[in-house]
């Protein structure tokens, strides 16, 4: 059974950091992409950012370029999500997901592509 842990959220005032953790057991998949989604209240689930398995190829929704940077340790099964410079907008219930097996450089932007999901983090910033 796979099981996805988040851990990293809280409270933070704009402009502050946040480091978002999320440790994956349970697969056997030989290579899969990691991915982190978003969901403020009212709102529909949206992509936040992706990785590869090689690690070589990232992606990113435009609201969030130059202030996230996801990264992963494959040898821990957890991937990393260090945001910076954090804005009200970026409140939101955060989920970690990771894909079934794939290529080494797929990073998906579709939850289409991730069956397997975290139970999620709440971040909150205040203005």
């Known amino acids: 059974q796979v099981q996805l842990v988040e851990s990293g959220g809280g409270l933070v005032q704009t402009g502050g950091s946040l480091r978002l953790s999320c440790a994956a057991s349970?697969?056997?998949?030989?290579?899969?992409?990691m991915g982190w989604f978003r969901q403020a209240p009212g709102k529909e689930r949206e992509f936040v950012a992706a990785i590869s398995w090689s690690t070589t190829v990232t992606s990113y929704t435009d609201s969030v370029k130059g202030r996230f940077t996801i990264s992963r340790d494959n040898a821990k099964n957890t991937v990393y999500l260090q945001m910076n410079g954090l804005k009200p907008e970026d409140t939101a219930v955060y989920y970690c997901a990771i894909s079934g097996s794939v290529n080494a450089y797929s990073a998906a932007r579709s939850a289409g592509v991730y069956p397997y999901w975290g139970q999620g983090t709440q971040v909150t910033v205040s203005s």
């Open positions: 349970g697969h056997t998949f030989s290579s899969y992409a």
